[in-house]
T-cell receptor
Framework: EADIYQTPRYLVIGTGKKITLECSQTMGHDKMYWYQQDPGMELHLIHYSYGVNSTEKGDLSSESTVSRIRTEHFPLTLESARPSHTSQYLC?????????????????FGSGTRLTVV | AQKVTQAQTEISVVEKEDVTLDCVYETRDTTYYLFWYKQPPSGELVFLIRRNSFDEQNEISGRYSWNFQKSTSSFNFTITASQVVDSAVYFCALIGDSGAGSYQLTFGKGTKLSVIP
């Protein structure tokens, strides 16, 4: 049973439209992430957040923006979609290390949003 | 800086053959965590295994086995008697614990496995 939810699962949208990809988790994790995956498979970190009102850009420059107003919610917005934004977007969350390496389980990923901009 | 290298971009095997996916990592952290994920054509990332740097025991889970060797910085994944359902992209990943609290996951570029019936 998924504890992190992404909607929509698939989205086809016209150039110039504004879109928001939703990501919510029910685990109370403080850290959340957005990855962009190109057709060549490689995963690129585009945004992350270590808590409410904290957002940072990742390794790959992205025209998208994110917000973290609530712990459980980390939406990604594209103000004006372009065909170059066509990709799969994966959201993830993780907890902070609770005090011992044997207890750290890493990231939990959502099912992803496949975005196609035409 | 962390780095994960999956030298095999694509592998094709015939059903029932064994296949090993290679993963080599680099990190300066003494505490770190290694992961394998499977991504089927549907697109979601499925967690397969986690290993921390203190635990070098190899693991077997059904047809899957993992060989973690700190001396060669490798964390290889073997599928025994492969099946068509094993066809997917497999990612090796690393989180280093530098004590700074970042815990950013570094992925390899993935290995696409095709199992031919």
């Amino acid at each position: 049973e998924a504890d992190i939810y992404q909607t929509p699962r698939y989205l086809v949208i016209g150039t110039g439209k504004k879109i928001t990809l939703e990501c919510s988790q029910t685990m109370g994790h403080d850290k959340m992430y957005w990855y962009q995956q190109d057709p060549g498979m490689e995963l690129h970190l585009i945004h992350y957040s270590y808590g409410v009102n904290s957002t940072e850009k990742g390794d790959l420059s992205s025209e998208s923006t994110v917000s973290r107003i609530r712990t459980e919610h980390f939406p990604l917005t594209l103000e004006s979609a372009r065909p170059s934004h066509t990709s799969q977007y994966l959201c993830a969350s993780s907890e902070s290390l609770p005090g011992g390496p044997t207890l750290y389980y890493g990231y939990t990923f959502g099912s992803g949003t496949r975005l196609t901009v035409v | 800086a962390q780095k994960v290298t999956q030298a095999q971009t694509e592998i094709s095997v015939v059903e029932k053959e064994d296949v090993t996916l290679d993963c080599v990592y680099e990190t300066r952290d003494t505490t770190y965590y290694l992961f394998w994920y499977k991504q089927p054509p549907s697109g979601e990332l499925v967690f397969l295994i986690r290993r921390n740097s203190f635990d070098e025991q190899n693991e077997i889970s059904g047809r899957y086995s993992w060989n973690f060797q700190k001396s060669t910085s490798s964390f290889n994944f073997t599928i025994t008697a492969s099946q068509v359902v094993d066809s997917a992209v497999y990612f090796c990943a690393l989180i280093g614990d530098s004590g700074a609290g970042s815990y950013q996951l570094t992925f390899g570029k993935g290995t696409k496995l095709s199992v031919i019936p």
